[in-house]
């Protein structure tokens, strides 16, 4: 999709009737967009109409904007120049002032959604020499972030940052297990505030990448530019905080540049793989800083949510995925959305390749591997087993009748991950709890599940043992 070349220049022949057809596509982008967004990104584009009308190059001023012009809008511009023209149109997005032009080729689509693979992962990186380096990845946004139970708490305290920085939730602390979602959140953020604020001084790091940045800082002296680049930040988005345990000076550092940044009411978002109490090997006074504004889980999504994901993941490669083929392989692939993203790619490619339209028995064929690992990993007996062992019961206590609330509580969490990682109905799963009755194990999937929301340390508990459970 992305090559470079040298600009051809376009014949000044029919310059008029392409500027019109520019000009109507315009139009239309005003009347859809918002204001704002219509101003901020499509207003101060230039376009170049090849004579024929074949094509449309797009000059766009630096390499930030054109990757997000390239995520967010150039699906629907290059749509619209069909259906305006009626005949096929090749858009094409070009660096205005650059010698070597970087030049993108976009499909026309029917939905403006941007595929993550379309986009370079660090756009900024390749920013112009002088411009600030976000390390933003712009096809990861809100609108291409699936809400659902699981991360709407999340994703709405980060709709509130992005809206309003340096106000409510100060830092925003998001944990969660791997592949749920934590750093597309912090990038949409990131992008967000951006789109309204273009000028805004907006930073992901991984933690790697901020221990790695102590460390030169520390060799080269250069502690002044170190302090220079962070503090002057409006936000910083840091992923994967645990990473700074037993790195005492990059603690240091890091605390000294929270301290700075709360001070002049920017905002920090962060991101870690528990919650800031369950922190291993951190400093207690920065513990309690990343506890001192708005902490919050995103959980495994739910069904729904893991269906809908699909539906669009596979519209975003403009394959449509029919529900019933969606809801197959969501309740086959549970833990996280990275496993989900996997599973699409292999059924996608099975299909291609075979030339065979998406069904259950091709999703079956394309993830054979997986599903028969989690059919040999996951049973009830297994889950017995490892619930007993972590609450150091009996696994025999799994099928007792007895009632002690320290025996009864592991056999609740039990049952309600029976439900959740195997495909046994309530009958089933009593059946294989000494004999009881469906309604007992719903009971206990409805209450664990309830509590799951309310309870962090139950909540941490679930997740290690989901953990194990997976392998
Ligand atoms: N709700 C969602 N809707 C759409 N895509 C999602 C959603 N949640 C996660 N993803 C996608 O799943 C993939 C993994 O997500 P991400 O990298 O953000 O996870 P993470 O929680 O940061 O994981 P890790 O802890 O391993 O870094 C990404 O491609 C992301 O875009």
Known sequence: MTEESHRSPMGPAGADAGQGLWQACVEQ???????????????????????????VTLLVGNRFKLDWIRAQYAGRIAALLES??????????????????????????TTPTATPSDAPNHSSDEAPAGAFRTRLNPALT????????????????????????????????????????????????????????????????????????????YQRRTFDEFKERYHSLDLLLIDDVQFFANKDRTQ??????????????????????TYPKGLANIHERLVSRFDSGLTVAIEPPELEMRVAILINKARAESTEMPEEVAFFVAKNVRSNVRELEGALRKILAYSR???????????????????????????????????????????????????????????????????????????????????RDH???????????????????????????????KG
Not at 363 to 376: F, G
Not at 447 to 463: F, P, V
């Open 29 to 55: 982008l005003a009347q859809d967009l918002p204001e704002q967004q219509f101003n901020t990104w499509i207003k101060p584009l230039v376009a170049q109409v090849a004579e024929d009308f074949s094509k």
């Open 84 to 109: 305006i023209y009626g005949q096929s149109v090749t858009l094409e997005l070009a660096l205005a002032q650059r010698e070597a032009v970087a030049r993108t080729y976009i499909r026309p689509a």
């Open 142 to 217: 809100f609108e291409t972030l699936v809400e659902g139970t699981a991360n709407r708490m999340a994703r709405s305290a980060a709709m509130h940052v992005a809206g309003m920085p340096g106000h409510l939730y100060n830092p925003l602390f998001i944990y969660g297990g791997v592949g749920l979602g934590k750093t597309h959140l912090v990038h949409a953020v990131g992008n967000k505030l951006l789109a309204d604020r273009p000028d805004a001084k907006v930073l992901y790091i991984h933690a790697e990448q901020f221990v790695s940045d102590v460390v030169k800082a």
């Open 252 to 273: 240091e550092e890091f605390f000294n540049a929270f301290e700075a940044l709360l001070a002049k009411k920017s905002h920090i978002v962060m991101t870690s793989d």
């Open 353 to 435: 390749f075979n030339q065979k339209e998406i069904s259950i028995q091709l999703a079956r064929e394309a993830l054979r591997d997986l599903l028969s690992i989690q059919n040999r990993q996951i049973s009830v007996e297994n889950i017995q087993k490892t619930v007993a062992d972590y609450y150091k019961i009996k696994v025999a206590d799994m099928y007792s009748k007895k009632r002690p609330a320290s025996i009864a509580r592991p056999r609740q969490i039990a049952m309600y991950l029976a439900k959740e990682l195997t495909q046994k109905s309530l009958p089933e799963i009593g059946e294989l709890f000494g004999g």
């Open 439 to 469: 309604t007992t194990v719903l009971h206990a999937v409805r209450k664990i599940s309830g509590e799951r929301q309310q309870l962090t340390e139950l909540n941490q508990q679930l997740h290690v043992l989901e953990q194990t459970l």
